[in-house]
C-alpha cells in the first residue's frame, strides 16, 4: 500500500472526490494552506521513506529565509483597513490632519531614497496620531466609566500598533537586514489580529445599530477572522522551492503561526462571545429557554466551525493524525449539531417563523426537528467527505427525501401533492451524489413550484403596499430573483460555450436585486397600516449581500465559470449599492453603476498584461474617456446632491462643475496608469484636467446660464428663501476676474508640462507671456485696484514685463539677451511712477465722493486709503522682485552647473579612461540644452548676459528694501521679522559691478551684517526717539527718556560690537582666528541682556553670545580637518 500522500484524492479514507466535497473559499496566498490530510506524520510511515541524513538536511533547510513581497496584504487589508477608518472617525479631524501630514512627509522620504527615514517616519506619525487621538476623543466620557474608556483606549492603540506592523512590512529593506524581525512581525500580526479586529468591529457595529444582539455581532467576527487567521498558512518569507516535497507534505517551521497561538485563537473563539454575553446578560442568562439557547448557540456554532476549519489544519495543535481528527470532528459535531438544532428551534424558528408552521404540536416540534437536524445532518457529511459510496449515497438520497418532505408538511403543502417535493430533495441529493445536470435542473423547476406555491399561499391574498409597490409586485420580483438563484449553479456547471446562460443569470439576479434592495431601502417612508415605525431592510443586510455577491463574483471568476466583462458589470452592479449607505436618492444605485461601469473596464477588463490584447487601443482610450464624461455628466445631480449634504446648502454652478472635471480626471486616471503610462501627452491632458477642475472647486468662476443645466431638482433645491430670511441680501464681489486667474494657472501648466511648445517656438513664447501678464494684471487690478482705474493700464504693463522677463530669461532667444535688461529697467521705472500715481489718483477719488464728511474725517479717511492700496502695490512689487531675483539665481546656479559638468566632461575624453563613466544624465541634460537653445550657450552667456547678476541684485535689494518698508508699516517695525526677511539677501550674486569681491564662500555675509546692521540701527532710533520726543508710555516702561537712559544703552549696544564685528568678518574670509578672541568677547554680552532697557540690544546680546559658539565650533571643525588632511 502507498503512502497516503501519494494516493489519488479519491482513494484516500474519509475524503470524497473534488466534487463531492466543496470546500470554503478563501482568499489566494499562493494556495498555501494547510490540510491535515497532506501529513501523515504521525500514522506512521509517511516520514520513514526518507533516510534520517535526508531527514535532517530537510529540517534544516526548512527554515531558510527568502525576501519577498507580504503576500498578505490582502487578507491583512480586510482586518485592519475598516479598523483605521473607524479610529479615524473616533479621533476626528486632528488625528485625520496629523496622520496624513506625517505620511506625507514619509512619502516624501521614501521618493528620495532615504528607506530608513521613511520608515522611522511612518512610525512617528502613527505615535502622533495616537497621541492626539488620546487627547482629542473622548471615550470615558462617552462610555461613562473609567476602566471602559482606559481599556477602549488601549484596544485602539494596539490597532495602531499592528497597523505600524503591517506598514513595516512593506520596506524590504528590514527584510533584508532583519530576517528573524520580519518571521516574527508576521507572526505577531496574523496572532493579535483576530483579537483586535473582531473586537473593534463589533464596536462599530455595536455603535451603528445598538446592544440587541451584540454577542452574536462579535461571535461573526470571530469566526470570520478566525478563518482568515488561524487556519495554517505558509509563510511570505521561506523559500518557495523547500516548500513542499514528499507528496506535498507542508513543514510545520513553515507555517505563520506556531501551536500554541493556534491554540489561544481557538480558547478565543469558543469562549469570548460566550463570556461577553454572560457579562452583559447575567442577570437574565437563565431567565427563559431563550436565553439558555443563546448560551448554547454562542459557544457551538463557533465549535461547529471549528471542527470544520480541522479539515484545513486548524486542530493539528491537538494532533496531527487523520483517523483521529476524523473521530473529533464526528462525535463533537453530532453533539454540537443536535444542540444547535434545538437552540435555533426555540430562539429562531418557533420564535419568528411559527405563523408559517402550519402543524399542531407535538407533530410540529418533531417534523421542524426532523427537517432542520436531517438536513444539516447531511450536509454535514457531505462537506465533511462521508458521502462517497453507494451505502453513504443511498442514506444521503433517503434523507434529503424525508427532509424535503417533513419540510412541505410543516408549511402546509397539500398532502396530495406531497411527492412533489420528496422528488425535489430526490432530485437534489442525486446532483450531489452523481453530478448530474439534468437531476439538478429538474430539481429547480420543481423547487421553483414549491416556491411559487409558498408565496401564493401565503402572501398574495395581502393587501399591503411596501415602498409605494403593491405587494403582488414585490412576490413576483422575490419569485423571479430566487428562481434565478436557483438555476444560476446549474448554467455555472455547463460547458464552456453556454457559460454566457450563467453570466445573464448573474446579470438579471443581480439586476433584479439592485431593484428590491433599493426600494425597499431608499422609498422605507411610504409604509401602510402602521409600519412607518418598523425598519423593512436595514442597511447591514445591504452590506452583506453586497459582499456575499462579490465574494461569489470572484469564486466563478477564479474558476473560470464567467467571463471578463461579466466580472465587470456583476461587481459594478454590487457595488453600486453601498451608496444607499451615504445618499439618500432615489436613483443613486442606478447612477453609482452608471459610473462605475463607465470607470472600471481599465482595471476589470483589460487585466490580463501578458497578453499585447490587453492594453488599450487609441481610440479604445478615447472612448473611454468619452464615456467616462457622459456617465459623469449623467451623475450631475447625484454630485449635486452630495455637495449638498456635505455643505448643508446648495452648491455654485462652479462648485459643481469643478467636482464634475475632478471627478472626470480621476475617473480617467486608471486609463492613463495602466494602459498609457508611456504616452507623455495622456499624462499632461490629465493633469491639465485635474487642475482645472480643483481650480473651479477653489475659485468657484461665475458660469454662463448657457453652460448650466438646472434641472428641476436644482432649482427647487436653489429657490430656498431660508439664507434671505436669515441673512439678508448681501452684496457679493464681482467673480469675473477669477477666470483670468484661472486661465493663467492653466497657461503655467500648460507651459510646464510641454503641452504649449513655448520652448520652441520663439513667437509662440511671446505670445503666451503677454498673454499671462495681461491675465494677470487685469485680475490683479479687478480684484485689488478696482476703484483706481487709471492705474489699470500701468499695473497690466508691470504685469507683461514681468512675464516676458521671466519667460525669456528661463527660455532665451537669440535676442532676449539684449532686450532684457532694458524690460528690467522698465519695470524699476515704473515701481515708484505706480506708487505715486497711485496716491495721488486714490486722494482725489476720495476727495470728490466724501462730500458731505468733515475735514477731519475727509482726511483719516484719505491717509487710511491711501496707505492701505499703497501697501497692496508695495506687496505686489516685492513678489515682482522676489520672482525675479529667484529666476535669476536659478539660471546662474543652472548654467555653472553645466559649466562644470561641460569641464569635467572635456577632461574625462582627455584622460585614458573611457567615456562610459561620464554622467549619462548629464550629458542628457547638456545635449537637451544645446538642442532647445542652441544660441544661447555659456559663451554666449559670458559675452552678453553679463547683466543677470546686476539685474539678480538690484531685485534682491528692492525687495529686501520694500519688505522691510511693509514691516513698519504692517507690524509697527517687529523685531523678529528681520530673521525671517535677511535670508531674502541669500539670492545676491557675484557681478563686476556692484559687488565685485562677492562670492559663493561669502554667500551668508548680506544675510549677518543685515541682522546685525537692522538691530543696531533700529537700536539708535528708539533711543533717540525717546530721548527727544518723550514718550511718556515708553517713560514708564524703560525708566524714563534722560540722558541717563540713552548713555547707559549706548554704552550697552556698544558692548556688543565686539561679538558681531569678529562673527561678520569670520563669515566673510572663513579665516581661523585665534581660539581665545571670540571668547574674550563673549562676556561683553552678558551685561546687555541683564540690565539693558531696549529689548533690541538684549537680543544682540544674545545673538553675540550665539555667533561666539558659533565660530568657535566651526573653527574647531576646521583645525579638525585641516589635521585629516595633513
Request: aromatic share 12%; proline share 5%; glycine share 6%.
Amino acid at each position: 500500500m502507498i503512502s497516503p500522500e501519494l494516493q489519488p484524492r479519491s482513494f484516500r479514507p474519509y475524503i470524497a472526490s473534488s466534487l463531492s466535497a466543496p470546500s470554503f473559499s478563501s482568499f489566494n496566498d499562493d494556495g498555501r494552506s494547510y490540510s491535515p490530510e497532506q501529513s501523515a506524520t504521525a500514522t506512521g510511515g509517511s516520514n520513514s521513506h526518507y533516510p534520517a541524513g535526508a531527514q535532517s538536511s530537510s529540517a534544516a533547510s526548512r527554515s531558510r529565509f527568502s525576501p519577498s513581497s507580504f503576500s498578505h496584504n490582502a487578507r491583512i487589508a480586510i482586518a485592519l483597513v475598516p479598523c483605521a477608518a473607524f479610529l479615524l472617525d473616533l479621533g476626528g479631524a486632528p488625528v485625520v490632519a496629523t496622520l496624513t501630514l506625517g505620511l506625507m512627509l514619509s512619502y516624501i522620504l521614501d521618493s528620495l531614497d532615504l528607506k530608513s527615514a521613511a520608515f522611522f517616519g511612518v512610525w512617528l506619525s502613527l505615535i502622533a496620531s495616537q497621541i492626539a487621538f488620546f487627547f482629542t476623543s473622548s471615550l470615558i466620557s462617552a462610555l461613562s466609566s473609567v476602566p471602559l474608556g482606559l481599556l477602549a483606549s488601549f484596544l485602539c492603540a494596539q490597532a495602531n500598533f499592528l497597523i505600524g506592523v503591517w506598514a513595516s512590512l512593506q520596506f524590504k529593506w528590514i527584510q533584508l537586514e532583519n530576517p528573524s524581525i520580519v518571521l516574527a512581525l508576521e507572526r505577531l500580526l496574523f496572532a493579535c489580529i483576530p483579537f483586535t479586529a473582531s473586537s473593534i468591529f463589533a464596536w462599530a457595529t455595536i455603535s451603528a445599530v445598538g446592544m440587541n444582539n451584540a454577542s452574536y455581532y462579535l461571535m461573526v467576527f470571530n469566526c470570520v477572522f478566525y478563518w482568515l487567521f488561524a487556519i495554517p498558512r505558509v509563510s511570505s518569507f521561506k523559500a518557495k522551492q523547500e516548500i513542499k516535497y514528499h507528496g506535498g507534505e507542508v513543514p510545520d517551521d513553515t507555517f505563520i503561526l506556531c501551536p500554541l497561538e493556534s491554540c489561544f485563537l481557538t480558547l478565543y473563539l469558543l469562549f469570548f462571545p460566550l463570556m461577553f454575553h454572560v457579562a452583559s446578560h447575567y442577570s437574565v442568562m437563565f431567565s427563559s429557554a431563550a436565553s439558555v439557547c443563546d448560551l448554547i448557540l454562542l459557544f457551538f456554532i463557533p465549535f461547529l466551525l471549528q471542527l470544520y476549519a480541522s479539515t484545513r489544519g486548524a486542530l493539528r495543535w491537538v494532533t496531527k493524525s487523520p483517523q483521529q481528527l476524523h473521530s473529533i470532528r464526528v462525535v463533537n459535531g453530532a453533539l454540537a449539531l443536535v444542540l444547535v438544532i434545538i437552540a435555533l428551534e426555540v430562539r429562531v424558528v418557533f420564535h419568528s417563523f411559527g405563523r408559517y408552521i402550519q402543524v399542531p404540536p407535538p407533530l410540529n416540534y418533531l417534523l421542524v426537528t426532523t427537517t432542520m437536524l436531517g438536513g444539516a445532518a447531511g450536509a454535514g457529511a457531505y462537506a465533511l467527505g462521508m458521502v462517497s459510496d453507494a451505502f453513504s449515497s443511498l442514506v444521503f438520497t433517503s434523507l434529503a427525501v424525508i427532509v424535503s418532505a417533513a419540510g412541505a408538511i410543516v408549511v402546509g403543502f397539500p398532502i396530495l401533492f406531497l411527492p412533489l417535493p420528496s422528488v425535489t430533495g430526490f432530485y437534489l441529493a442525486r446532483f450531489f451524489t452523481k453530478k448530474s445536470l439534468p437531476s439538478y435542473f429538474a430539481f429547480v423547476v420543481l423547487g421553483s413550484l414549491m416556491v411559487a406555491w409558498f408565496v401564493m399561499h401565503n402572501f398574495w391574498d395581502l393587501n399591503i403596499w411596501l415602498a409605494g409597490m403593491a405587494l403582488k409586485s414585490f412576490c413576483k420580483l422575490i419569485v423571479a430573483n430566487v428562481v434565478l438563484a436557483m438555476a444560476v449553479p446549474g448554467l455555472a456547471l455547463l460547458p464552456q460555450k453556454l457559460h454566457f446562460l450563467a453570466e445573464m443569470g448573474l446579470t438579471c439576479h443581480a439586476l433584479l436585486l439592485c431593484y428590491i434592495e433599493n426600494r425597499f431601502f431608499n422609498y422605507s417612508g411610504i409604509y401602510y397600516y402602521g409600519l412607518e415605525d418598523d425598519v423593512m431592510y436595514p442597511s447591514y443586510m445591504v452590506i452583506i449581500t453586497t459582499l456575499v455577491g462579490l465574494a461569489l463574483v470572484r469564486r466563478l471568476s477564479v474558476d473560470q465559470r464567467i467571463g471578463p466583462k461579466a466580472v465587470w458589470i456583476l461587481t459594478c452592479l454590487y457595488s453600486s449599492k453601498l451608496a444607499m449607505m451615504f445618499i439618500s436618492s432615489k436613483s443613486v444605485v442606478w447612477v453609482s453603476a452608471i459610473l462605475l461601469l463607465a470607470v472600471t473596464p481599465p482595471m476589470l477588463l483589460y487585466k490580463d498584461k501578458t497578453r499585447m490584447s490587453s492594453k488599450m487601443k487609441p481610440w479604445q482610450g478615447y472612448a473611454h474617456a468619452s464615456v467616462v464624461a457622459l456617465s459623469v455628466w449623467f451623475c450631475r445631480e447625484t454630485i449635486f446632491e452630495a455637495l449638498q449634504w456635505w455643505q448643508g446648502k446648495s452648491p455654485s454652478d462652479g462648485l459643481l462643475l469643478g467636482f464634475c472635471i475632478v471627478l472626470t480626471g480621476l475617473a480617467c486616471l486608471p486609463i492613463v496608469a495602466l494602459h498609457f503610462s508611456h504616452v507623455l501627452s495622456a499624462k499632461r491632458c490629465l493633469v491639465l484636467v485635474v487642475a482645472t477642475g480643483v481650480l473651479f472647486i477653489l475659485m468657484q468662476p461665475p458660469i454662463p446660464m448657457a453652460w448650466t443645466y438646472r434641472s428641476d431638482m436644482i432649482k427647487a433645491a436653489r429657490q430656498s428663501s431660508d439664507d434671505v430670511t436669515i441673512y439678508g441680501f448681501v452684496a457679493s464681489k464681482p467673480t469675473w476676474p477669477s477666470w483670468l486667474l484661472i486661465l493663467a494657472i492653466l497657461l503655467t501648466l500648460a507651459s510646464v508640462t510641454s503641452f504649449i511648445p513655448i520652448g520652441y517656438i520663439v513667437e509662440l513664447r511671446a505670445f503666451y507671456s503677454i498673454a499671462m501678464g495681461i491675465a494677470l494684471g487685469v485680475y490683479i487690478s479687478a480684484e485689488y485696484f478696482l476703484q483706481a482705474a487709471v492705474l489699470h493700464v500701468l499695473i497690466v504693463v508691470t504685469m507683461v514685463c514681468t512675464s516676458v522677463f521671466v519667460v525669456f530669461t528661463h527660455i532665451p532667444s537669440a535676442s532676449s539677451t539684449k532686450l532684457l535688461p532694458w524690460v528690467f529697467a522698465s519695470l524699476v521705472a515704473l515701481f515708484p511712477v505706480t506708487y505715486l500715481l497711485e496716491g495721488q489718483v486714490r486722494i482725489n477719488t476720495i476727495l470728490g465722493d466724501s462730500v458731505d464728511l468733515g475735514e477731519e474725517d475727509r482726511r483719516l479717511t484719505t491717509l487710511l486709503a491711501v496707505e492701505g492700496a499703497r501697501t497692496s502695490l508695495l506687496g505686489l512689487y516685492a513678489a515682482i522682485f522676489m520672482l525675479i531675483a529667484l529666476e535669476i539665481k536659478f539660471e546662474l546656479a543652472s548654467l555653472m552647473r553645466e559649466k562644470s559638468v561641460e569641464r569635467g566632461g572635456i577632461r574625462h575624453s582627455q584622460s585614458s579612461q573611457s567615456s562610459s563613466g561620464f554622467a549619462p544624465r548629464m550629458r542628457f541634460m547638456q545635449q537637451r540644452r544645446v538642442s532647445t537653445v542652441p544660441a544661447f550657450t555659456i559663451k554666449r552667456m559670458a559675452a552678453e548676459g553679463a547683466w543677470m547678476p546686476a539685474v539678480g541684485n538690484v531685485a534682491t535689494v528692492m525687495c529686501f528694501a520694500i519688505c522691510l518698508i511693509l514691516n513698519v508699516n504692517l507690524t509697527g517695525g517687529s523685531n523678529q521679522a528681520i530673521f525671517f526677511l535677511a535670508p531674502i539677501l541669500l539670492l545676491l550674486n557675484q557681478d563686476s559691478d556692484f559687488v565685485a569681491g562677492f562670492g559663493d564662500k561669502q554667500r551668508y555675509f548680506p544675510v549677518t551684517v543685515a541682522i546685525s546692521g537692522y538691530l543696531v540701527l533700529t537700536t539708535l532710533f528708539s533711543i533717540w526717539e525717546d530721548v527727544w520726543h518723550g514718550n511718556g508710555g515708553w517713560s514708564i516702561e524703560i525708566g524714563g527718556p534722560d540722558w541717563f537712559f540713552a548713555v547707559k544703552n549706548l554704552a550697552l549696544l556698544i558692548l556688543t560690537f565686539p561679538s558681531h564685528i569678529l562673527f561678520n568678518r569670520f563669515v566673510w574670509s572663513f579665516t581661523k582666528q585665534a581660539d581665545t578672541t571670540p571668547l574674550i568677547t563673549l562676556p561683553l554680552n552678558l551685561p546687555s541682556i541683564i540690565i539693558a532697557d531696549v529689548m533690541k540690544i538684549k537680543i544682540l546680546g544674545v545673538l553675540g553670545i550665539i555667533y561666539t559658539i558659533a565660530q568657535s565650533v566651526v573653527s574647531r571643525q576646521q583645525y579638525i580637518s585641516g589635521l585629516k588632511y595633513i
